[in-house]
């Protein structure tokens, strides 16, 4: 190896490393940690090393089941239609027409509003007695009496899920139609001579082409499926019932309410580990052997 | 062809009805007075448009003092609105430097990970981006305890440390998505400028910058916006409502016990309009032109 190279290897590599490596190995550290110790700030003078009891006592509380339900419905709803109406939004707005530019930036805008807004503003569309849905849909002659939406199971899930897209959507759209400069104007030429038909083409290059940030994006959009919680707490805030109470919903309420550092971070890590394990499927179900760091 | 854009055309509206309707509800909102807001059916069309929601905003002391005039008592309103302008200033300035932090680290990390074989730049990358996996209620203590004491830096309550946590936060991803998009750049112009004698770092400024400036855009872009909206750890490294960025102002004016939706519907409004102009810079730059010729 080049001395050059060397040096180069060095500089490049601080800025981030010095940002980022306090700020991963210090927290896993810690939330391994905490979750095996009897970590209550209620009682601080108890806290102990416990082993594996947290995991225990979270997969035994009255709650896991339910939420684990809940995140699984949210994300298996939420995930795939990111995923694809994302792909769909960057195919459009690579197209060449009159106003991409501004459609381009539209899409962006719901990125824009803070997070507690956007949710409020999807509560108040939905409101049972003031929200314009009920409105809209006496006006049209569709229902008779105004319906409590988000007293409902399914579709206060819905209306997360409307909620999840609208704010996630920018970026993986913006991920993709970067990924979609990306790819050499010869591919598509070729292809036109060959007699490709439009799909094909679209299979046969775009996608493939964009095999490695669709990665990128199902691995993102999973990972904000599982964490949820702003939209939830201010929507529906875990209600009807536990219905949409995800797992996120307990660990704040671990953390916050009832200060049980331990077993806030022992739900963490399983979400962590089903995580893991999710990403090892995209990388399967996508066909890439491994994160591959060059062409 | 005429079917393809009368298709365009439809999807346009129905993405163009998608982003904007729940925005434009937002606005007519902002403009109606509570009694307005709570009443059944809703009010389309304010009849007569209050800017009540936006005064209070910006001038709040004397917004209230206006209301306190008019009506005599004094309803809940949350004074923490006095904050806004302080804290939309402080997550614009957040931002921008949250995205030079990211432009400049990822760019370079990335493009070393990319192009130069070393031993353990497999184990490196996966360090630098594994950080992304840990669900952030289980990191914003640690985060707390590090900014308390940074390298013998104290900087928790300072713009710094909601700088560095948002650089923490973003460079992983970013690393990720640069990584991704040099890896489909073939490496046959740098080599050629190699040979030529370019350095790494005249290579990385001057071949390799122009090609891949869709996805240092994109990076840009999505620096600025996850910093611009993110609550929980800008609220955690801060304490007093100077340093408070805007999320968190606006957080709290959403958690009084008298919702006032009107006041917090305004909030968003004024909120989204300086990352708005960002985007709009930055997207011009997106779609390059460059990128087709130069692969060549």
């Not at chain 1, 896993?28 to 225990?56: C, H, M, W």
């Not at chain 1, 669709?214 to 993102?220: D, P, S």
């Not at chain 2, 030079?100 to 990970?113: C, E, G, K, R, W």
Request: charged content about 10%; overall charge positive; aromatic content about 16%.
């Amino acid at each position: 190896m080049l001395k050059e190279d060397i040096r180069f290897i060095i500089l490049a590599l601080i800025p981030s490393l010095l940002f980022v490596l306090p700020f991963t190995f210090y927290p896993i550290g810690y939330a391994i940690y905490v979750s095996t110790q009897r970590y209550d700030l209620k009682y601080p003078e108890e806290i102990r090393f416990i082993g594996f009891d947290n995991f225990i006592q979270v997969i035994n509380s009255y709650y896991f089941t339910d939420s684990v339900l809940a995140t699984v419905i949210f994300a298996v709803i939420s995930v795939p239609l990111t995923v694809l109406i994302s792909l769909g939004l960057a195919l459009l707005l690579s197209q060449k027409f009159r106003g991409v530019g501004f459609l381009q930036w539209l899409v962006l805008v719901p990125w824009a509003i803070p997070l507690v807004v956007s949710s409020a503003v999807w509560k108040w569309i939905f409101d049972a007695n003031y929200g314009i849905f009920n409105a809209a849909l006496k006006g049209l002659g569709v229902i008779d009496s105004y319906i409590p939406w988000l007293s409902l199971k399914w579709p206060a899930m819905l209306i997360l899920v409307l909620a999840f897209l609208w704010v996630q959507l920018p970026l993986p759209t913006l991920l993709f139609l970067a990924g979609i400069q990306s790819i050499p104007q010869e591919l598509y030429e070729a292809a036109l001579i060959d007699g490709a038909r439009e799909w094909s083409r679209f299979k046969s290059i775009t996608f493939t082409w964009l095999k490695p940030f669709m990665l990128i994006v199902a691995v993102y959009t999973t990972l904000m499926a599982l964490w949820t919680f702003d939209i939830v707490y201010v929507i529906t805030a875990g209600g009807p019932g536990n219905f949409t109470a995800v797992i996120s919903y307990y660990t704040f309420s671990e953390m916050f309410t009832f200060l049980n550092f331990g077993r806030a971070s022992a739900l963490s890590f399983m979400v962590v580990l089903v995580s893991i394990g999710l990403i090892i499927a995209y990388f399967r179900a996508l066909r890439i052997g491994r994160l591959r760091l060059r062409a | 062809m005429d079917r393809k854009k009368i298709g365009i055309l439809l999807a346009s509206i129905v993405v163009a009805c998608w982003v904007l309707l729940p925005i434009l509800w937002m606005l007519d909102l902002s403009l109606q007075s509570e009694p307005e807001i709570h009443s059944a059916p809703p009010t389309i069309i304010p009849h007569n448009p209050v800017y009540f929601n936006y005064w209070f905003i910006f001038d709040t002391s004397s917004a209230i003092e206006a209301r306190l005039q008019e009506s005599g008592r004094l309803t809940f309103l949350p004074a923490v609105a006095r904050w806004f302008p302080n804290a939309l200033a402080n997550s614009v300035i957040i931002g921008l430097v949250v995205i030079a932090i990211n432009v400049f680290a990822a760019t370079l990390a990335s493009y070393a990970y990319t192009r130069i074989r070393f031993p353990g730049s497999q184990l490196l990358f996966y360090m630098s981006i594994a950080g992304r996996l840990i669900p952030p209620v289980a990191i914003v203590v640690p985060y707390y305890i590090i900014i308390q004491n940074f390298f013998g830096l104290k900087l928790y309550d300072t713009l710094i440390a909601v700088i560095l946590v948002h650089a923490a936060f973003t460079i992983p991803l970013n690393i990720w998505i640069l990584n991704t998009y040099l890896s489909t750049v073939p490496a046959d112009i740098e080599d050629a400028a190699r040979v030529d004698g370019y350095g790494r770092f005249e290579t990385l400024f001057r071949v390799v910058l122009p090609v891949i400036t869709p996805g240092i855009v994109a990076v840009g872009i999505i620096s600025f916006m996850v910093s611009w909206g993110e609550f929980f750890f800008a609220f955690m490294v801060t304490q007093t409502q100077l340093s408070r960025t805007m999320p968190v102002i606006v957080g709290f004016m959403a958690a009084q016990p008298y919702k006032p939706v009107g006041i917090l519907m305004a909030g968003g409004v004024v909120a989204m309009l300086p990352a708005l102009v960002v985007i709009a810079i930055f997207r011009r730059y997106l779609i390059s032109g460059l990128v087709a010729g130069a692969v060549k």
